[in-house]
């Protein structure tokens, strides 16, 4: 099965500041991965496919990119809205799995 | 607009069988593939499994021995049963859709997600 982490598990960060998320993998996925936000008791919703495109009405302030093992999402002018937990997902093999998350917090 | 919705107890018995539905609205189930996934409180995202309009099915190793997904496609639903419950199960239970175009997929609609609460 491969392996999925996030880091850093939590970041603090204020309005305005640009944020840099990490996922790697156990192992090389290619481009296969997604980016989920979830809120508080909301169900996930999905940002970004492929490492790098855009879900629909996805704002461009969220980027993806990265291949193989090691990816990034970058949040650029974090608006009060992004504060919430970001999910990576591999859908190279099954079992299908995700990363831990990391909380993005309000600094 | 594509809906999921989530049905089912709020509460099981340890060893009992748990049985959700998923009714999906606004897309025909012979469409995409169709998969559950669950999150205990406070942690990470689990994918449990998927099914297909043929009946074709993907399961967690971890889960597989006590984990069947079937579809209706009569009534544009799937449902999930997990057998043998125990506290460990409990946690919230998503669906959702996975895309065809690549298999496997990400999940771009997702259902609002129902807590089962396993306890004597």
């Known amino acids: 099965d491969i392996h999925m982490t996030q880091s850093p598990s939590i970041l603090s960060a204020s309005v305005g500041d640009r944020v840099t998320l990490t996922c790697r993998a156990s192992?090389?996925?290619?481009?296969?991965l997604a980016w989920y936000q979830q809120k508080p008791g909301k169900a996930p919703k999905a940002l970004i496919y492929?490492?790098?495109a855009l879900e629909t009405g996805v704002p461009s302030t969220f980027s993806g990119s990265g291949s193989g093992t090691e990816f990034t999402l970058t949040i650029s002018g974090l608006q009060p809205d992004d504060f919430a937990t970001y999910y990576c997902?591999?859908?190279?093999?099954?079992?299908?799995?995700f990363g831990q998350g990391t909380k993005v917090e309000i600094k | 607009q594509v809906q999921l919705q989530e049905s089912g107890p709020e509460l099981a018995k340890p060893s009992e069988t748990l049985t959700l539905t998923c009714s999906v609205s606004?897309?025909?189930?012979?469409?995409?593939?169709w998969t559950w996934l669950r999150q205990p409180p406070g942690k990470g995202l689990e994918w449990i499994g998927n099914?297909?309009?043929?009946?074709?099915?993907n399961y967690n190793p971890s889960l597989k021995s006590r984990v069947s997904i079937l579809i209706d496609t009569s009534n544009n639903q799937f449902s999930l049963k997990l057998r043998s419950v125990t506290a460990a199960d409990t946690a919230v239970y998503y669906c959702?859709?996975?895309?065809?175009?690549?298999?496997?997929?990400?999940?771009?609609?997702w259902g609002r997600g129902t807590l089962v609460t396993v306890s004597s």
């Open positions: 959702a859709r996975q895309l065809n175009d690549y298999n496997p997929n990400r999940f771009d609609t």
């Open positions: 606004g897309d025909s189930i012979i469409s995409h593939y």
């Open positions: 099914v297909y309009y043929t009946g074709s099915t």
């Open positions: 192992q090389s996925i290619g481009s296969w």
């Open positions: 492929r490492a790098s």
């Open positions: 997902q591999q859908y190279h093999t099954y079992p299908v799995s």
